[in-house]
Structure formats: structure tokens, C-alpha cells
């Protein structure tokens, strides 16, 4: 069983819809990275956290550190939200573990 | 964006050449690292640089090896290409051994195909 799990896999969408990607891990971890990697291929940081809730933009991650969970969820979505979108978690030692992305596809 | 650029972009070559990809950064960061990525897994960690001619191995070394004469540089050889390294790899920068705990900056990858 990988130590990082995302759900689900694929996602489509409408345009405008709310978006939620999950993020299960099953190690303890120190903080948990997301991150975006558009369809040509270039991987972007999003958020690095290690309790609660960040928000930029219309992009809000969250994390239960007690229910080893993550969130990423996107409001009032746009075409251009089509990424894959990646949990990466921080062992102790600061060590990555990365999840092996979620494929999101907005449609107009 | 940060200034990493990877060359080549996309190659195809046959079982049993070498390879070498290359990474080059401008940031003046100490730590860089290779990945590949393939469908269905996250992204593992190949090797990884600490500084000029400071190099480890990763998960899934073998196979592999690296060379940081620079601290711009870190290049990635194949040196026997096998079919099953056929993959997309990313190189990575950072700026302290903090690697979980700092972003990292990725170049756009280098599609690698091995026939």
C-alpha cells in the first residue's frame, strides 16, 4: 500500500464548479506540500502546510494532522485549473514521500 | 520563476547507449536533485546533490549516476539505457537540506524514450 494516497485519480468537471482533491497519508509527517503540474509538464509549488487551512486565491488547502488528511479545493473553477495536482508529505527525517498526482479537467 | 533549465527536452534512443541529461540553474542553490516520474507513481527520487561534488543516492538509484562539477550543474547519466527507464525526468533545486520543509523549484522535464 503506497504511503501517500490521492482521490480520486481523474476528475471533470464543469467550469464553476467546487473542486476538492483528498490526500491520505499513513506515516507521521511534518508537513504536507501540493502542487501543480500543468499539461506541458512544468511542477509548481501551491501550498506547503503543517496544520489548519492557507488560502491563495481561489485555492484553499487544509490538513488533519490527527486524521492523517489533506484537502485541496478549488472554488468557482476555470479551464485553465486543469493540472495535475500532487501531495507531497515530509517525513521526519525531510524526506519526501510524493502521491501520484490527481488529473483534474475543467470543461467550459 | 526560478532558472533551471533542462536539456535535452525530448529524447529517443536505443537499449544500451548512453545518456546524459542535464540540469542547469542560475539560483546559486546548493541542493539539486533528479526525479523521474511515471504513470501511476509520485514522482521518486533518483539522486540528489549537497554541493559541488557532494552527491547521494535516492530510492531508485540503480541504473543511474550523477556528476556536479559546478554548482549550476548536475548532470544525470544513463549509462547503459534500459527500456524500463524510459520515463519523464525532472530536475529539482532548493535551497537548504530542508528539502520537505522549502519548496522546490522543478525545470520543465526531459521526456526520455528508450527503444
Known amino acids: 500500500k503506497n504511503e501517500v494516497e490521492q482521490s480520486p485519480q481523474n476528475l471533470t468537471a464543469q467550469e464553476g464548479e467546487f473542486i476538492t482533491i483528498n490526500c491520505s497519508y499513513s506515516v507521521g509527517i511534518s508537513a504536507l506540500h501540493w502542487l501543480q503540474q500543468h499539461p506541458g509538464g512544468g511542477i509548481v509549488s501551491l501550498f506547503m502546510?503543517?496544520?489548519?487551512?492557507k488560502k491563495h486565491g481561489r485555492l484553499i488547502a487544509t490538513i488533519n494532522i490527527q486524521e492523517k488528511h489533506s484537502s485541496l479545493h478549488i472554488t468557482a473553477s476555470h479551464p485553465r485549473d486543469s493540472a495535475v495536482y500532487i501531495c507531497?508529505?515530509?517525513?521526519?527525517?525531510?524526506?519526501?514521500?510524493w502521491g501520484a498526482g490527481t488529473k483534474l479537467i475543467i470543461k467550459p | 520563476d526560478a532558472g533551471i533549465t533542462q536539456s535535452p527536452r525530448h529524447k529517443v534512443t536505443e537499449t544500451g547507449t548512453p545518456v546524459t541529461l542535464r540540469c542547469h540553474q542560475t539560483e546559486n542553490h546548493r541542493y539539486m536533485y533528479w526525479y523521474r516520474q511515471d504513470p501511476g507513481h509520485g514522482l521518486r527520487l533518483i539522486h540528489y546533490s549537497y554541493g559541488v561534488k557532494d552527491t547521494d543516492k535516492g530510492e531508485v538509484s540503480d541504473g543511474y549516476s550523477v556528476s556536479r562539477s559546478k554548482t549550476e550543474d548536475f548532470l544525470l547519466t544513463l549509462e547503459s539505457a534500459t527500456s524500463s527507464q524510459t520515463s519523464v525526468y525532472f530536475c529539482?533545486?532548493?535551497?537548504?537540506?530542508?528539502?520537505?520543509?522549502?519548496?522546490?523549484?522543478f525545470g520543465d522535464g526531459t521526456r526520455l524514450s528508450i527503444l
Open positions: 507531497a508529505v515530509v517525513r521526519s527525517n525531510y524526506q519526501l514521500i
Open positions: 502546510l503543517s496544520s489548519g487551512k
Open positions: 529539482a533545486i532548493s535551497e537548504s537540506w530542508l528539502q520537505g520543509r522549502q519548496p522546490q523549484h
